[in-house]
């Protein structure tokens, strides 16, 4: 992913909190935004994911799992159509239309090597963590005759440490994401197993 440092750590407008989009919105402007079928996906996956773990281990309501899972559905929204200008649309985007502040600046937070800004909240740190690893283990799925279906967290380790797999999936950045967060790489990878496979097409 290039760097595009975004020049900036404050996103939105805090009066504007609480104001979020449905997710039929979002998935309308992914339709007009991102042509490509597999990015879309991976962009569903990761929403769902958020959402997941929103609910589940941050004992989130209703309006908080939305956030997540909005920031995880729109994340890339701008990648296709503005790779140069990656972010910065779609954050100047949900500025125009008085988006929650959250959600702006976790989508800003999803590369921080990239777009300079650091993941601070538990919404910005596991986005960070999804994103890379939600798509390496999709493109694993993909090369399995099942799928999803019986893969275990020993193949995907494995195939971390297989540079010419999925070369473009950075594993500086998978290693730094988890870093910051209180869960190992097993573990991750056996969450993301576990709940992205309901989200596979």
């Given at each position: ?199 596979a097409n």
């Open positions: 992913m290039p760097t595009h440092h975004l020049g900036r750590t404050s996103f939105g407008d805090v009066k504007n909190t609480g104001n979020l989009i449905t997710i039929e919105e979002a998935e309308n402007l992914l339709i007009d935004w991102v042509p490509n079928d597999r990015l879309r996906l991976h962009m569903k996956q990761v929403a769902s994911l958020m959402r997941s773990w929103a609910i589940e281990k941050e004992n989130a309501d209703h309006q908080t799992a939305l956030k997540w899972e909005l920031a995880g559905l729109l994340h890339d929204a701008d990648w296709e159509k503005y790779p140069d200008d990656h972010c910065r649309i779609i954050i100047e985007e949900l500025e125009k239309r008085n988006i929650d502040p959250e959600i702006i600046r976790c989508i800003a937070s999803h590369g921080p090597r990239y777009f300079g800004v650091e993941p601070e909240s538990s919404m910005e740190k596991m986005i960070y963590a999804f994103d890379e690893l939600s798509g390496f283990v999709h493109a694993a799925a993909l090369i399995r005759p099942t799928k999803y279906e019986g893969m275990d967290v020993k193949s995907i380790t494995k195939k971390l440490k297989t540079p010419s797999f999925a070369a473009q999936v950075s594993r500086d950045d998978i290693n730094d994401a988890v870093s910051r967060i209180d869960l190992s790489l097993e573990q991750l990878v056996e969450y993301i197993i576990e709940h992205q496979k309901t989200v």
